[in-house]
């Protein structure tokens, strides 16, 4: 019998819409050609105009509803018009907190055909895998705001840091770096940060214990930001806080072919909420509408969707496809030199997959 999944899909704000319609072509085609499993995708409207309609970025039960689905696929959130910190906070981070999406995975591999800003730098030179913490640490979204709109107003923003927190996402990249047999690098901060990363350091030592087969190296963030440039090769598997991954993979964006081609998972990896797949840029206010943005991130989501469900073999068929149209180069969009629109690059993918 064939498995049907039940997706929510948030297209969200600015391109959000325009590279999501690309990358649920790209599902449906994978469902018709493997021929035994399905989707069937519930789209919601919420993101920046919802809440200039309604003073809210999803409806109250908006969590609840969620919860009735296998996944959800998100394009992008945030606009002119409404604060980033309330579109944000209530949408996009509301989701990956209140499901306990605590493993941000996000690859940063410089796919064959891919532009790489780097001298010298050859696709095998950058394969990484970010684990970033996404469900505490400095996105804690705590703090005061004393005495505000006085010349006396002091703010406080708390980063919190459980031993919980910390062990479970090291765990997680501990056991991906055993199960491919990969390097594992820390990414912290404790020379400055004396509570938070002082812990994580600890837990990070405690942890490895159990896992004395694999390779394990402790960096500072700011050190690894600069190797990241000078030697990417030097990582495969790196675990980091939430802030700190959320910086270091757009910088791991723009040495593995640039934001549209850098995608992300929010998973529970225990399912016992959705996990949420989506590109990892914005909703590029700048090129909107213009039929121009890149769908290689949202689509390589899509990716990461089929390798969460257990279909890892075309998981590797999209990548597969996206190797393919950049080494082709003609369906690209401008940011990659192209000067195909959303849809055409989005099409041509669907194209090449019916032939894999
Ligand atoms: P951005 O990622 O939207 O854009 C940064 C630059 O990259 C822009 O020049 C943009 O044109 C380009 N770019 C991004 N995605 C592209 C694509 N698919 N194809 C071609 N070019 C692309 O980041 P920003 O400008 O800092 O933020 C814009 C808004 O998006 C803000 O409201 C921000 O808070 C929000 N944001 C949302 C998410 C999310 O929903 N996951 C992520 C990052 C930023
Ligand atoms: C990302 C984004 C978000 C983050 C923002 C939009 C809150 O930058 O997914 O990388 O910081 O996590
Ligand atoms: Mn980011």
């Known amino acids: 019998m064939s498995k049907n999944y039940k997706i929510a899909v948030i297209p969200g704000d600015g391109i959000g819409p325009e590279v999501m319609a690309e990358c649920v072509k790209v599902l449906n085609v994978i469902a018709e050609r ?51 910190h309330i579109s944000l906070r209530d ?15 996000r690859p940063v591999k410089l796919l064959e055909g891919a532009p790489c800003p780097l001298e010298g730098i050859k ?13 505490e640490g400095e996105y804690s979204g705590q703090g005061a705001w004393l005495y505000p709109n006085t010349d006396r107003e002091v703010v406080i923003q708390d980063g919190v840091f459980s031993r919980m927190g910390c062990e479970r996402i090291i765990r997680y990249a501990f056991e991906l770096a055993k199960k491919e047999g990969k390097t594992l690098t820390s990414i912290s901060k404790g020379n400055a ?29 700011d050190a690894a930001a600069m190797n990241m440039i000078k030697n990417p090769k030097r990582f495969q598997i790196c675990v980091t806080s939430n802030l700190f991954g959320d910086i270091l993979t757009d910088l791991g964006a723009a040495i593995a072919g640039g934001m549209g081609l850098a995608a992300g998972a929010n998973l529970n990896p225990e399912k016992k909420f959705p996990s949420m ?61 192209g000067s195909a629109t959303t849809s055409q690059c989005g099409d041509r993918i669907c194209e090449i997959l019916k032939t894999i």
């Open 34 to 84: 493997d021929g035994s499993f399905s989707f069937e995708f519930t789209t919601f409207p919420w993101g920046c105009e919802y809440y200039l309609e309604h003073k809210e970025m999803m409806p109250e039960n908006g969590i609840e509803i969620l919860s009735k689905y296998d996944a959800i696929l998100l394009g992008a959130v945030g606009y002119p018009g409404v604060p980033d």
């Open 193 to 221: 940060l004396n509570y938070s990363m002082v812990l994580w350091d600890r837990v990070f030592n405690d942890v490895s214990k159990e896992y004395p087969e694999v390779q394990t190296s402790s960096l500072l963030v």
């Open 277 to 337: 797949f989506e590109p990892i840029h914005g909703s590029a206010p700048d090129i909107a509408g213009k039929q121009i943005s890149n769908p290689l991130a949202s689509v390589w989501s899509a990716s990461q969707l089929l390798d969460f469900f257990g279909y890892e073999d075309w998981g590797a068929a999209v990548i597969r496809s996206i190797e393919k149209i950049l080494h082709e180069k003609e369906y690209l969009t401008p940011d990659q030199g």
């Open 91 to 105: 949408l996009l981070l509301r989701i990956r907190h209140d499901f306990d999406q605590y493993v941000n995975l």
């Open 123 to 135: 696709p095998e030179d950058v394969d990484m895998v970010f684990i970033r913490e996404n469900s």
